[in-house]
Each structure stands twice: as C-alpha cells, then as structure tokens.
C-alpha cells in the first residue's frame, strides 16, 4: 500500500526549542537548503510515522506574522502560499502570553495548528499549571505536552498531526477587534474579495487585517492589484500607527481572556518594570518624559558642579601664582603663566561638568532608562528616515561624537548609517560645553542652566530635521524596521556608573593634556609672535593677545566672515581653534582677553561690552552648529570611506550654524532683545 | 476603595504639578504671576514644563483609573519617581548652595539663607514621599490581583 504523504511546518518563537524538536521529529535525516532569493536558511527533513510520510519544514523563529522583518517574511510566506497541511506550533510553555501572539496569527491565516506544548516540565517545576484540555477546548486546536530535548511525546504530537491532517472541515478563527476596526475590516473584506487573483490565494479577512496592520509586504500586492486605489482609499481614511497598536492590543486582551482558564499561576506578576514601562513608553507621554529626565541631568551637571568649578579655579588661580612668583624671565612665564596654564586651566574648570554630565548618563544608562528612550523615539527616528537603533549612536554623541560614529557599525542598512552619520555631530559633545557653560554662566545668570538645555534641544532638533532633509534628496530610500528587547530596569550602583564616568571623563583629561595643551602653545606663540612691521619684542606685554601679533593678522583676515554675526576678530581666531578641538575656543578667549584661566575676569571682560548676550547666544549657537572638531572630521572620513560625505558634513554644518547665527543676530537686533 | 484613595491623591498631585509648573514657566517669561514670592517659585520656562509633564503623568493615571484600569495605577507610581528625582535634583541644588555660602564664601551668595533655595520641587516632593512609603510594595500585588 502506498504512503499517504503530508507536509508539516514547524513554526514558533526564536528560543523555544524548535530546532530540538525538529531533530527529535526527524532524526538524522534532515538537510539544509536555501530559500530562493533570501539568505535564510530552512530546514527540511522526512518522518514515517505510521502509514504516513511526513516531511518537516522548519521555519524561522518569529514573534508575529506581520512581515516586519525578512524572517518575518519568510515564515509567513511559506504558511500562506505553500500551505503545508498542518503548522505545528511550538510554544514555550514558561511564557504562554508572547507566544500565544503568533497563535493568534496562524489561528487567522485559517492554518490547521498544532500546538507543541515544548517545556511544560519547566513550567511545571516552577509551579505553573496548565490545563491542556482547557487550552484546547479555548482555543479549538489540540495541544500536546512534548519536552524536545529528551524527545518526550513526540508520538503523540506526530498522532495529532496525522489525525489534523485528515480532518475533513477545518475551522477558522478570528479575533474579535472592536466595533470600529471590524467596520474597516469588512469594507475592506468587500473590495478585496472582487481581485480573484487575491483572494484566491489568500484568506479575504486575514488579507483587510494585515492591510489595516500596516504590512508592507500585503500593501505591495495590494499595489499590483486591480483593487488597489480602492483599498488606498479606504486606508487614507485611518490613523495606521494607532490602528495597528490597538489591534496588537485586541490580540492580547483574547489571550489574556483565555490565559487565566487554562493555566493556574500562568498569569505574569506585574513588576515595578512593568509598571514604569508602561508610563515611560506611553505614546503622548513618552517623549515629554524624556525631555524632563535630560534637563533634570542638565540641571545637576550645570549647577551641581558650580561649588567644585570654584575649587578647580582656585588650584589655577594658586598655580598660577606659583608660576608668577618662581619665574623670572617674562617669556617663559608668559608661556607658562598665561599660555599654558591660563589655556589648560580654563579647560580644566570645567571637569566637574563634564564628569556629571557622564554620570548622569551612565545612571540613565546603567538603569535602563536610556533603552526606553531608544523605545519612545524609534517611532519619531522612522518619521525623519532613521532607523530606532540609530537613537542610541546619537545619544551617545552627547558625550563625544568619535565613539558615536563608530557605534553607527551597529546599524545594518548602508542608507541608515550614512545618514546618522552626517547629523551625529550635530548632537553637542560634552567637549562644547565648557563654551555654553563660560557664556551662559556670564549672560544669563539663573537660566543659564535652561538656556543650556535649550541648546542640546536645538542640536536634537536640527539633528532631526537635517536628517529628514537628507533622507529626502542626496540619500533617498525607507529606513529599515527596528525591534529591540526592553532589559529589566536596575537601581545603578555607584562603582557601575563611577567607572562608566571615568571611562568617558578621562577622555577629556587627556584630551587636556595632549592636543588642548598644544592648541593652547599654538594660539599663545601666534599671540606672543608680532605682526610684520610692528616693533615689539617677543612676548613683551604690549603685543600678546592685542591686534599687533600674528594671531590679529590672522584673526583680521578672518574677521569679515563672522562680522555679520556680531563676533569680532578675537572670537574668529578662538574659532579657527576650535576645529581642533572645541574646548580650546574658551582656552584661546582666555589667552587672546588676557584672563588666562581665570573665568571670572573673562566672564566679566565680555560682559562688560566685548560681547552681548546676543551675540554669546549666537556663539553658542554657532559653537553647536559648526565643523566638528578634527577627530570627528577623521573618523566620519573612516567611517563613511568617503571625502565628498566629509566634504558634505563640513560645508552643511558650517553653512547652517553661520545663517542661525546670523539670524539670532539680526532678529535680536531688529526687536532690541539682548543687544 | 484603594483606587479611590490613589485617585485622589493622583489628583491632587496632579493638579498642584500643572499648576505650579504652568506659574514657574509664566515667571520664566518674565509675566509677575504674584505669587513667586510667597511659593518660592522661581521663573524657570524648562524646568516648569518638567513639572507640567510629572503633573500631567499623575493625570492620566485618574483619567486610566476612571475608565477602569487598574494598570492606570502605574502612572502614579511613575509619576511619584519622577517628582522625587526632581526633589532629589533640588535638594543636590541646594546642597551646592550651602557649599557656595559656607565653604567657597562666594560674593554672588552674600546674605544667602536657605530658604532661598527652597524650591516647590522640595516641599510638592514631600507629598510624593509619603505616597511612596504608603503604596510602595502595594502597587504591584494590588494590580497582579486585579
């Protein structure tokens, strides 16, 4: 007598034994082969059990049938056009609820499922108690309790299957999702059912859910179709991100009917993590949220740190003095007194900021705040044409932009990365800070720490909007979908998140001692250096820092690109610096004003007419805007393998920060605010 | 029963949040509400609209609450962590203040006294406090049982 022959798919979440059961079902006979066109890869093997020859599909491991990713795609593609008579769904029986989801979904594709209750062992020893019968009576599809690694109840599961096969009517289930999605999903029923070609492959009612859902995959047959204007029509009337959620939710609130029936202890405890998920994730809070966090951290780093800014500048001020004192010959104290020490120590005054900057964002980091925000702002980060993962790189960008680029590697899809690579340094570095800190703390007093905030907001948003732009002409294209797991929130513990401080914040040290230290030589040898034809000694008093040394040629030449900023000469030439390193932009104010580190004095130079709080936001602006600094520049060069993208970078962040700049001076100059 | 009490106070909490945050981003504009002085509340457009935001969280804990979920609870619970982080936040503030004064004896602080660092995030921090250590374990075995 011949076999009767079946084929059977075995489909589940990823992690819950599926490969195990697959061998357990076929033994040693299963080989590997590709799918056409995709890289992932399926299994098939053969079973004879009985009078039937079985032959085992493996599918790739899947949280849903919503084609969201290419294994997605895959799974899902195989249960609906090559429609193996039986889906055997393993289900990890240790977490019922996430993967009953997929359940659901077969449930709706009209599949004939068996569910391979895989695990039930664990699930028991921990004292859960699942009632199969009930499970099958609910749900109407039959349930075996199987443990795949030590091949328990296979027979039995391979007796169902056949028995499922041969079942004569089959009956398909739905989910019920409300009076108004059900109204769209019948309109839509209605318009499908007249394309033959459609719904004669596909089920009509799965065919209106997955359109309402979103599916990319559905909406590009869609297209193809006769029908399609029709259903475009009717999904043009809909808000698809609020539809597709509350049908997720109607998906969960069916198993969270069936769970507590079935199963005794089943039903997860909630969590504080649960709890807090479900404020710090919630669509129209979400985002303000976040914001409130980052300027909670803004408010400690900038005010927090004042009292240990004062014990830094007195260590300079004392140093400072010292050198004064023990030096005799003018030059090498001017070098030392007003160059290094002066450029250095008005770097260094502001380690008490930087170091509470990266505390703060390690104890967000550490507690698993900063995953949610990634979570909050995938949704807006797809809007502007990025990927969600590429929230992360960008957030890092506020501590330094290099490390930030380069954990842009994360992001797989080429158009992705590039664009969060051009918008990174738009995110202020904590390395600008010392230059918002110096001018803010000078011109706006209490506020400063606001006006602070303000302008990381304004580096997010025109992050943001310069991405949008770029995605829309020089790199055109979707961003690529996102999913990430939400890791359990952690009451950080101080060494964790010291040594994450430390880790970011030595940077800055040596950034101090190495590259800040020979900007600051630099811009004191230009300053003690005297211009051609001016008869001055080198490094005498009358000449350093003034007009009459090389570093006022310099800054002259450069004076009529910013004049129509309201800067002058000696901001020019402290931003010519500033490429870098950003840091040196507040060192060489010191050393071309003559304040050396002393804050204070500078702070009071400027405000006393060298600048207007116009003029201090428009540098701040520009500061945040302009050519990041010479690393930043080499590593977006590596990055991208590309001098036109640097080029690009460069020219855009240049050409922007000097029209913001340019317009803060002017409109505040028009309506006499600041001035 | 133990909704209604969380309600009330979400409330409560709630209101005084929106309130007050609304007066400290008025006096941030530079609008005299009046009422600076006797509430402490300094003019502070950002950190007014933080404290609209953890008002508005206890808020929509009522408006989840009324409708029936008892998940609505979370709200509360995550509104209490952020008006203590921002207690928290003014009462580092504070404690750089009294460095200021009594050890660094900076001119910008002559004739400081504490209560001029006194802020509302202190003192609404308080009644979140006490809802903390009222509720604290409560909040997850009251909705595991709901």
């Known amino acids: 007598m011949e076999k009767k022959k079946i084929t059977i798919a075995l489909a589940g979440n990823p992690n819950v034994g599926k490969t195990t059961l697959f061998n357990a079902i076929t033994g040693a006979r299963q080989h590997v082969g590709n799918w056409p066109g995709v890289t992932v890869e399926k299994k098939t093997g053969k079973r004879t059990y009985k009078d039937t020859e079985i032959e085992v599909v493996d599918l790739p491991g899947t949280y849903s049938l919503t084609a969201y ?31 009953l989801y997929l359940t659901t979904q077969l449930m709706e594709l009209g599949s004939r499922v068996v569910i391979a209750l895989n695990m039930w062992d664990l699930a028991e020893s921990r004292g859960d108690k699942i009632d199969t019968r009930k499970m099958e009576d609910f749900l109407e599809i039959p349930v075996v309790k199987t443990v795949a690694n030590r091949a328990e109840g296979i027979d039995a599961l391979l007796e169902e299957v056949v028995r499922e096969a041969d079942k004569g009517e089959h009956h398909e289930h739905e989910v019920s999702y409300g009076d108004d999605i059900e109204k769209k999903i019948i309109e839509l029923e209605e318009i499908v059912g007249k394309d033959s070609a459609l719904s004669g492959k596909y089920p009509v009612r799965w065919l209106s859910v997955k359109l309402l859902d979103g599916d990319e995959n559905i909406l590009e047959k869609i297209e193809g179709s006769s029908v399609g204007t029709q259903v475009n029509s009717v999904l043009s009337t809909i808000e698809k991100e609020d539809y597709e959620a509350a049908m997720a939710e109607k998906r969960y609130e069916a198993i969270n009917t069936v769970l507590p029936q079935v199963c005794v202890k089943c039903v997860k405890e909630v969590t504080f993590s649960d709890m807090i998920d479900r404020a710090v994730t919630n669509k129209y809070l979400g985002i303000p949220i976040f914001l409130a966090m980052m300027w909670a951290a803004f408010e400690v780093t900038f005010t927090v740190a004042t009292p240990l800014m004062e014990f830094v500048d007195m260590f300079f001020g004392w140093l400072a003095g010292v050198v004064a004192d023990s030096i005799t010959n003018p030059v090498l104290g001017s070098l030392l007194g007003d160059g290094i020490v002066g450029g250095v120590g008005a770097v260094m005054i502001f380690l008490p900021n930087i170091l509470l900057l990266f505390l703060m964002i390690s104890l967000l980091e550490d507690s698993g705040y900063m995953a949610r925000a990634a979570f909050v702002m995938d949704k807006l980060m797809y809007k502007i044409g990025l990927n969600g993962r590429s929230f992360i790189p960008l957030l890092m960008g506020f501590g330094c932009n290099v490390p930030a680029i380069m954990a842009t590697r994360t992001i797989e899809d080429e158009r992705d990365r590039l664009v969060t690579i051009l918008v990174n340094p738009f995110i202020s570095c904590g390395a600008r800070l010392p230059v918002y800190l110096m001018l803010a703390g000078a011109f706006f007093g209490r506020q400063a720490g606001s006006v602070i905030f303000g302008i990381y ?35 950080p513990t101080a060494k964790a998140s010291a040594i994450h401080m430390w880790e970011k914040g030595s940077i800055y040290l040596k950034k101090a001692g190495t590259i800040i230290l020979v900007g600051v030589v630099f811009v ?132 922007l920060a000097w029209i913001a700049a340019f317009l803060i001076y002017r409109i505040g100059t028009a309506i006499g605010w600041g001035v | 029963m133990a909704n209604t009490n969380k309600m009330i106070f979400a409330m409560v909490a709630g209101i005084l949040y929106v309130v007050f945050g609304i007066l ?123």
């Open chain 2, 24 to 146: 400290k981003m008025l006096e941030g504009f530079g609008i005299e509400t009046g009422l600076a002085e006797l509430l402490l509340i300094p003019g502070d457009f950002f950190g007014g609209f933080c404290f609209v935001v953890i008002g508005a969280v206890f808020l929509y804990a009522v408006k989840e609450l009324t409708a029936g979920v008892h998940m609505g609870v979370s709200y509360i619970y995550v509104g209490i962590l952020m008006s203590l982080v921002f207690m928290a936040v003014y009462l580092l503030v504070m404690g750089s203040d009294i460095l200021m004064f009594y050890v660094v004896k900076s001119e910008d602080y002559e004739g400081w006294r504490i209560i001029d660092s006194m802020r509302p995030g202190i003192y609404l921090g308080i009644l979140s406090l006490i809802g903390y250590f009222f509720w604290k374990d409560r909040f997850t075995t009251e909705m595991t049982k709901a």
């Open chain 1, 457 to 491: 907001i304004l580096g997010i948003i025109v992050a943001i909007l310069s991405a949008k732009l770029i995605r829309g002409t020089v790199v055109k294209g979707k961003p690529s979908p996102f999913i990430m797991e939400l890791p359990p929130y952690r009451l």
């Open chain 1, 69 to 99: 990713s290419i294994d997605e795609v895959v799974a899902r593609d195989y249960v609906v056009e090559e429609k193996p008579d039986v889906v055997v769904q393993i289900v990890d029986a240790t977490n019922l609820e996430r993967n």
């Open chain 1, 524 to 655: 004191w040898l230009l300053s003690a250096i005297p211009a051609p034809g001016v008869d001055a000694a080198f490094a005498s008093e009358e000449i350093l820092g003034t007009e009459d040394s090389m570093i006022g040629v310099l800054g002259h030449v450069m004076e009529p690109l910013v004049s129509p900023l309201g800067f002058d000469w000696k901001v020019a030439v402290a931003l010519v610096f500033g490429f870098i390193a950003k840091e040196i932009v507040i060192g060489s104010m010191g050393v071309l004003y003559g304040t050396g580190e002393d804050e204070d004095a500078l702070a009071e130079i400027l405000t006393a007419g060298a600048m207007s709080p116009l003029t201090a936001l428009g540098l701040m602006v520009f500061t945040l805007l302009y050519v990041p600094c010479i690393a930043c520049v080499g590593v977006v060069k590596k990055e991208t393998g590309s001098w036109k993208w640097t080029l690009f970078m460069m020219v855009y962040g240049t050409t």
